[in-house]
């Protein structure tokens, strides 16, 4: 008997319930470590797992964590429950690939303010007193809603890295070769139109292996200098104060 699934995706978070019985996806999907090998060609993928999670596949990609539908047409970053046992299947992943990164405010591991890679973020707000880098995707709400947040707040200098998620990944690829990007960007989140001609420049790969260092789990997420990581949606002000937050702690020290 096939099974009916339900999928509902609230701000970063997939709640799955398979209501009957079937085969397990990894049976029914036996080729998808290949489909996802072709789509994510810049990503080092170290494992997917089909079975258990409704239906997804988990996809671990160093410190990463992220789901894909048996097609790999579809990405999801964010959070999946088992809700009949109860468990949060993506932090159990996490606790034994990347225990300490899903810690509001715990610093960000094996990842250094320094060591970003600062030629593939586009800068909003440049000379803001108040420094952020952002890990972001194109097809992320809560993303664009930050966005646009920023551009009425010139004290916050953020520095945002597309991570280019499956259908994303052409788009940030192209906004990345724009004259200029933070211009192209607020076009994409306006009308979804992108900048003409292509280059060579490649944003979108540094970004993804810095979000694998950090553990990143869902979009937006937060890298302050002092090393601290938070994610999800942070309103301005919310945001604002975290940022200053550090700093002062930095300033203390």
């Known amino acids: 008997m096939g099974s009916l699934r339900h999928n509902l995706s609230v701000?970063?978070?997939?709640?799955?319930?398979?209501?009957?019985?079937?085969?397990?996806?990894a049976q029914e999907t036996p080729d998808v470590q290949g489909k996802v090998a072709k789509r994510f060609t810049d990503t080092a993928v170290d494992a997917v797992d089909c079975e258990g999670f409704g239906p997804l596949c988990q996809v671990i990609a160093g410190r990463t964590v992220f789901y894909v539908d048996e097609a790999v047409r579809h990405a999801f970053i964010g959070r999946v429950y088992d809700l009949e046992a109860k468990v949060d299947l993506t932090e159990r992943t996490l606790a034994v690939i990347a225990p300490s990164a899903d810690i509001e405010g715990a610093p960000a591991v094996g990842l250094r303010w320094a060591d970003l890679p600062w030629d593939s973020a586009i800068i909003r707000n440049e000379g803001g007193a108040l420094k952020v880098a952002v890990f972001?995707?194109?097809?992320?709400?809560?993303c664009q809603r930050l966005s646009a947040a920023l551009h009425d707040a010139p004290d916050i200098e953020a520095h945002e890295f597309l991570v280019g998620m499956a259908q994303s990944e052409g788009p940030s690829r192209a906004i990345g070769c724009a004259e200029d990007p933070e211009a192209a960007l607020a076009a994409y989140y306006a009308a979804r139109s992108l900048p003409a001609g292509s280059c060579d420049r490649d944003i979108v790969a540094p970004a993804r292996e810095a979000a694998q260092r950090i553990g990143l789990t869902g979009t937006p997420t937060f890298l302050r200098p002092d090393g601290a990581v938070t994610a999800g949606f942070r309103d301005i002000d919310t945001l604002r104060a975290w940022i200053a937050e550090g700093q002062a702690e930095e300033t203390v020290q």
């Open 11 to 25: 701000g970063g978070v997939m709640i799955a319930a398979v209501t009957l019985a079937s085969p397990s996806l």
């Open 136 to 142: 972001s995707d194109l097809h992320c709400g809560y």
